[in-house]
């Protein structure tokens, strides 16, 4: 099993639509969790961290479930410029683990 | 204006040639971190330095090697024993490495011809 693991792509949705991906993580010992962003042959960009209570910015809702170990991201009217790819990242003891990334386009 | 810088943005080698990536940070973090990525495929820790003079090796250090003489410097080379080198180079920081996440380079493609 991998150490984090993410929902395949593509996802293709039009605009304004509403999009979640999952992640779940096999070490129950993970610190913390975060989602990253990666447009196409740039360098991840933090989007945000994963709170165990949920945390929101904006059209973006992060969701930690420590007894399942899974984590989600939800983007709300979803925008052209959220095309990219969104990587879950799980701290484990200093050391992050990526996940392969799931590849969002959206379409006009 | 605080971040990392990586050099050069686009790096091309003979087969058999060792090569050097730079890496600065001055965000005054301690930690230092090397990862690779291949098309399709998640970040891979290459070798990462928590403190000036020392470092570890990560997943997938075999070819490379690293040193961390002063805090803001994180040099990578890749020497013709990797086997497969050309990836896409990513150098990353962080102020506190057990809770913080990472701030990335812009990073390094490399190609051997």
């Known amino acids: 099993r991998k150490e984090v693991e993410q929902d395949p792509g593509p996802f293709n949705v039009p605009e304004g639509a509403t999009v979640a991906f999952n992640c779940t993580y096999s070490n129950s010992a993970s610190q913390s969790f975060f989602w990253y962003r990666q447009d196409c042959r740039k360098e991840p960009k933090l989007l945000m961290s994963v709170y165990s209570s949920g945390n929101e910015d904006g059209r973006f809702t992060a969701q930690l479930n420590r007894a399942s170990q899974y984590i989600s991201l939800l983007i709300r009217d979803s925008k052209l410029s959220d095309s990219a790819t969104y990587l879950c990242v799980v701290n484990e003891g200093g050391k992050l683990i990526f996940g392969q990334g799931t590849e969002l386009s959206v379409k006009p | 204006d605080g971040g990392i810088t990586q050099s050069p943005k686009y790096l091309f080698r003979k087969e058999g040639q060792n090569v050097t990536l730079s890496c600065e940070q001055n965000l005054n973090h301690d930690a230092m971190y090397w990862y690779r990525q291949d098309p399709g495929q998640g970040l891979r820790l290459i070798y990462y330095s928590q403190i000036v003079n020392d470092f570890q090796k990560g997943d997938i250090a075999e070819g490379y090697s690293v040193s961390r003489e002063k805090k803001e410097s994180f040099p990578l080379t890749v020497t013709s024993a990797q086997k497969n080198p050309t990836a896409f180079y990513l150098c990353?920081?962080?102020?506190?490495?057990?809770?913080?996440?990472?701030?990335f380079g812009p990073g390094t493609r490399l190609t051997v011809l």
């Open positions: 990353a920081s962080t102020g506190t490495p057990a809770i913080d996440t990472q701030y």
